[in-house]
């Protein structure tokens, strides 16, 4: 494993103060003003609620270069990648829930049963209350931003707290928050995870965490104290299956993309490979030759369009994994570029991985790429069964067979067929994980589900029900014996 320490010239950009923390009075004042708040955005009209979101969407347009600079400060990410990733998939939520609110919101008339004849009945969306957002660090403003846009279109209030590893991110997204509500409303605090604990300790309406299921966890046990509905998105090892049958080359450059975006820290990101044993040779070959296109191996691929790892300790750890693999007989055919100080790891491809190396055991969150060979499906499958359910399944197959082998035989939060992370671009699909990879879901009509109370309503106009009021009769045991044979 090579390490360089070749300095890099790191943007030029202005670095935001480090992040304080909020103070608790602060916390409690504004927790205690949004409880009266929250009680007059019950009657807000979508109307109201979609002038919000385009006050939102202004606040971010017009800090456009800010939010470009803040990325490249926290992680010297590209400006393309930026744009795509953060201003493009917010804008596109903001948008495509302005154009459906009104439906999505509207009360659900539900046909009687039998036994409810002369009745009338309905499904109404009521807003939740108090909804707190904790962010993650990898995506601060698509997922941060991506829950607060139903979370505002249901009428509720929120307390939104970013996380302190991208202090940059998080002092432009306090000033969006600020410039468009009011923190009765809408509210942002910095600070670090003693924060997010006073934070927890009070009773929301609904929580929304994003991060890791161990993490996920203390989130889920501090709600349970107050019985606040959770929604989580964490993570997990998405695996990617590649058969004989497969497009290799559209494999390789969709697979890079996924993986190697953001410098692999994607929750969503193809965490290993099992590619058929009898197209691993051309497949790994196409890899590198698009490797060496995109990025290039070695000192050339500091200079790449290729995002730096979160801190040096995520970094460490990354490192840790890849020389813990190689320890255990793994093999790396390409990359290995590691320099924890300039937070810098090459994209890496190992192979002959051992099942039992840490980097199969735990969630890289890094531009490191397992490749396992397999001659037999079924053995995947169970591999796959084996551990905790991943967030996202991938697979790279013409075969309908294998396809439908593969769906009916696992579980995940969702799966590509022949594309990878394109899920989360799509506002009609739902997004979220299952078990450990997470608990409820998102993105447009499923946002509004997360972020309200789906109120039964019935209405009667016969009472018919009036039959099986006492005193009991014959006439009553009569009805009941039709009614057992009817139904």
Known sequence: METLSVPVQAPTRPLALPVVNAQSADIQRIFSAQRNTALKLRESTVEQRIRKLRRLRKAIEIRHDQIIAAGAADFGKPDIEVEMTEILTVIMEISHTCKHLKKWLKPKRVPSTALMLGTSASVRYEPRGRCLIISPWNYPLTLTFGPLVPAIASGNTVIIKTSELTPNLSA???????????????????????????????????????????????????????????????????????????????????????????????????????????????????????????????????????????????????AGLIEDALERGARASYGSVIDVQDRFISPTLLEDVPSDAKIMQEEIFGPVLPII?????????????????????????????????????????????????????????????????????????????????????????????????????????????WLFKFF
């Not at 579980?411 to 394109?422: L, R, T």
């Not at 447009?444 to 109370?453: D, K, L, M, Y």
């Open 172 to 318: 432009v997204m306090v000033e969006i928050i600020r410039d468009a509500f009011d923190e009765s409303e809408v509210a942002i605090l910095e600070g670090d995870a003693s924060v997010a604990s006073e934070l927890l300790a009070l009773p929301f309406d609904h929580s929304f965490f994003t991060g890791s299921p161990t993490i996920g966890k203390v989130v889920m046990r501090a709600a349970a104290e107050h019985l606040t509905s959770v929604t989580l998105e964490l993570g997990g090892k998405s695996p990617t299956i590649i058969d004989e049958s497969a497009d290799l080359e559209m494999a390789v450059k969709t697979i890079t993309w996924g993986k190697f975006l953001n410098a692999g820290q994607t929750c969503i990101a193809p965490d290993h490979l099992y590619v058929a044993s009898n197209v691993r040779d051309r497949f790994v070959q196409l890899l590198r030759q698009h490797l060496d296109q995109v990025y290039g191996e070695g000192a050339k691929a500091r200079s790449a369009p290729l995002a730096r790892i979160v801190n040096q300790r995520h970094a460490s750890r990354i």
């Open 373 to 481: 060979v397999f001659d037999d499906l079924d053995e995947v499958i169970q591999r796959i069964n084996a551990g905790p359910k991943p967030l996202a399944l991938y697979i790279w197959s013409k075969n309908r067979q294998h396809i439908e082998q593969i769906l009916q035989n696992t579980s995940a939060g969702a799966s590509c067929i022949n594309h990878v992370a394109g899920h989360f671009l799509h506002n009609n699909l739902p997004f979220g994980g299952v078990n450990n990879s997470g608990i409820g879901s998102y993105h447009a009509e499923w946002g509004i589900r997360a972020f309200s109370h789906e109120r039964s309503v019935l209405e009667s106009k016969i009472m018919l029900s009036s039959l099986f009021f006492p005193p009991y009769t014959q006439t009553t045991r009569r009805i009941l014996r």
